[in-house]
């Protein structure tokens, strides 16, 4: 599984953006796909994930701001952030996880796009 992630970009504090994960191989439906970011001197952390049956899980601080979805007629998830604050700047990665069921864990994930850059200013 290859995966291409595009839409970052600089947006002022309370603007929105919609992330995409295009995924090639045609297994991806069977696949949990999550959003991890990571700011810089920072871990990479768990944004939001989608399993395979289309349950979603979002950390804390994005819980009502972002939403993940996926369409696998089109092999991709999304992430529509809403809200943006200063603090969601940061590099963030799609990842693809079969059979993950710790899906906030970045162990869980056997494959990673290569990160598209958000920045929020305030």
């Known amino acids: 599984v290859q995966l291409q992630a595009s839409g970052g970009g600089l947006v002022q504090a309370g603007g929105s953006l919609r992330l995409s994960c295009a995924a090639s191989?045609?297994?991806?439906?069977?696949?949990?796909m999550g959003w991890f970011r990571q700011a810089p001197g920072k871990e990479r952390e768990f944004v939001a994930a989608?399993?395979?049956?289309?349950?979603?899980y979002y950390a804390d601080s994005v819980k009502g701001r972002f939403t993940i979805s996926r369409d696998n007629a089109k092999n991709t998830v999304y992430l529509q952030m809403n809200g943006l604050k200063p603090e969601d700047t940061a590099v963030y990665y799609c990842a693809a996880g079969y059979g993950a069921i710790v899906v906030r864990t970045t162990s869980e994930y056997d494959y990673w796009g290569q990160g598209t850059q958000v920045t929020v200013s305030s």
């Open positions: 989608i399993s395979w049956s289309s349950s979603t």
């Open positions: 191989g045609r297994t991806f439906s069977t696949y949990a």
